[in-house]
């Protein structure tokens, strides 16, 4: 893809142009395909100067830390960190059930030991004769800019725990953010005008037709996004070598799965939310599902539910499945799995989870549900 191509060029150029030939980076990596993919730009630019960051929150999915390690460290061979910060993140969340609480303890935990790491390599490349940290690396996206400033409710927050204002302020550093230029060239300013346009085409239609009743506001609202960004990023990350796995991983907000426990987030509860969405995941994708679904995920509710066990009665948890089908995830509807593929997830979880006794799936769409519960 020419491209996509000379955009790497282009972007490679302009970063090592950015920072010199003794500039030093750091950035904050999170196994997603945005970061990833900035982070493998600022890589080919200058090599182990850039220093990528993994802050493990103690509520990122199972092996999450793992994986993320392999992929972008063995794979991909950044000079990544990963800081294993979960007992603060945990015992920060303690006693709390309100999710916007939950979001800003994140946020603001994630920062201070974001910048604790970033502060302790700015110290180790100054002893070592290097210069101090200069940059710090945004895997932003167009979009994102235009979500987090024109919706309220769990979007409006989104961008808060990326908010690394006071990094930049205490450390002085400046931002660079490589997929910001992804829709500035010509090319791609063709992707995004064609995009726009069937979108807004689709709007039309859809609140022309549509029997249930969002308004051509609504529509035309959730149009914003063009349908070819996260594919141009893909793109980019294909081109880049990035694993399959990695490219077509589906979206996972940053606060996790803390805000898929619904409830005080405790470490037990994390092992069930954990173990649940690991069974479902695996199940979709050894069906053949994955990249049909958008987005999926398994969530904790803060009910007991009755069952029955030999001649007793028990009172266990219930884990509720989303999976959603969505090109810009401002609408979306959930996915009509075959019937055998839930029973299977089901019965694998209520078997195989220990304080979980029964299984839901989630038929809303979006509007007027959310994507995630909280
Ligand atoms: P909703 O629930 O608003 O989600 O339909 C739309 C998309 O945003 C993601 N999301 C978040 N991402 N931090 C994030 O990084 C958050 O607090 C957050 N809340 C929602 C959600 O997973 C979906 O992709």
Redo the contacts with the bound molecule.
Sequence with gaps: DLCIESFIDKEIERIRQIVGKDGEVVGAVSGGVDSTVAAKLMKEAIGDRFHAILVDNGVMRLNECATVHSYLHSHLKINLRVVDASDKFLSRLKGVTDPEKK?KIIGNTFIEVFEEEAAKIDEVTKKSGRKSIEYLLQGTLYPDVIESVSFK???A??KT?HNVGGLLQDMKLKLIEPLRELFKGTCETMCLMVSLLANVAAALLHSWFSSNSITFGHALASSHLPICQKDEVRKLGKVLSLPDDLIYRH?????GIA?RILGEVTPEQVAIARAADHIYIEEIKKAGLYREIA?AYAALLPVKAVGVMGDKRTYEQVIVLRAVETTD?MT?DWYDFPRAILKKISNKIINEVKGVNRVVYDISS?PPA???WY
């Design positions: 979001r409710g769990p979007s927050v989104i725990h979206p996972f907000p940053g606060p805000i987005q995830f979306a979006k959310t994507i995630e």
